[in-house]
C-alpha cells in the first residue's frame, strides 16, 4: 500500500511541474497574442475615427471589391494559364523503393552497433524490475513511452529479417 502512494505522489509532481510549465509558457503566448491584438484594434480605431459613415462604406466596398477581383484572377489565371507565366505547379513526389528489396539495397536499416545499442537497452529496462526505485523508473518510462517495448521487439525483427536477407 504505501508504495502505491509514493509512487502516485512521484508520478503527480512530475506531471504538475510540466504541465504548470507548460501552461505558464502558454499562459506568456495568450497575453502576448491578446496585446498584440489590442494594439492593432486600437491603431484601427484610431485610423477610422475621422471617416464619415459613406467613408466607411466605401472603404468596405473598395476591400471586398479587390478581394474579389483578386479570387477571380487567381481562378482564371490558374485554368487559361500560358506555358510560359510563372505559377506554382503541383509535381509528384518521388517515392523511393522499399529499403529491404534485395535489388535496391544500399544500406542497412539498422547496424550491428545500432543493433547492440538497442539490446543493451532492453537489458538495461529488464534489469530495472529488480528493485524497488528501479521498477519506479521503469514505470514511469513505460507510463510516458507505452510502445516502447513493442518498437525494441520490431527492431529485433527487422534486423534479424535483414540479416537473413543478406545470406
Not at 492593432?40 to 471586398?64: D, N, P, R, W, Y
Not at 510502445?147 to 543478406?166: A, F, G, H, R, V
Request: with cysteine; proline share 1%.
Amino acid at each position: 500500500m504505501l508504495l502505491s502512494k509514493k509512487r502516485k505522489s512521484i508520478s503527480s509532481e512530475i506531471d504538475t511541474a510540466q504541465i504548470s510549465g507548460l501552461q505558464k509558457f502558454l499562459k506568456i503566448i495568450a497575453h502576448k497574442c491578446i496585446r498584440t491584438q489590442c494594439k492593432v484594434a486600437t491603431a484601427m480605431q484610431k485610423g477610422s475615427e475621422h471617416l464619415s459613415v459613406t467613408g466607411k462604406k466605401l472603404a468596405l466596398i473598395t476591400f471586398c471589391f479587390i478581394g474579389v477581383a483578386a479570387s477571380i484572377y487567381a481562378f482564371t489565371e490558374n485554368i487559361f494559364y500560358k506555358k510560359n507565366s510563372n505559377h506554382f505547379l503541383i509535381s509528384p513526389i518521388a517515392i523511393s523503393k522499399n529499403a529491404l528489396e534485395k535489388d535496391n539495397r544500399t544500406s542497412d536499416v539498422l547496424s550491428v552497433r545500432e543493433f547492440n545499442q538497442i539490446e543493451n537497452f532492453k537489458k538495461y529496462i529488464d534489469s530495472l524490475s529488480k528493485s524497488i526505485s528501479g521498477q519506479r523508473i521503469k514505470d514511469s518510462i513505460l507510463k510516458f513511452r507505452p510502445l516502447l517495448i513493442d518498437s525494441i521487439n520490431e527492431l529485433e525483427k527487422l534486423y534479424q529479417m535483414q540479416e537473413k536477407n543478406k545470406k
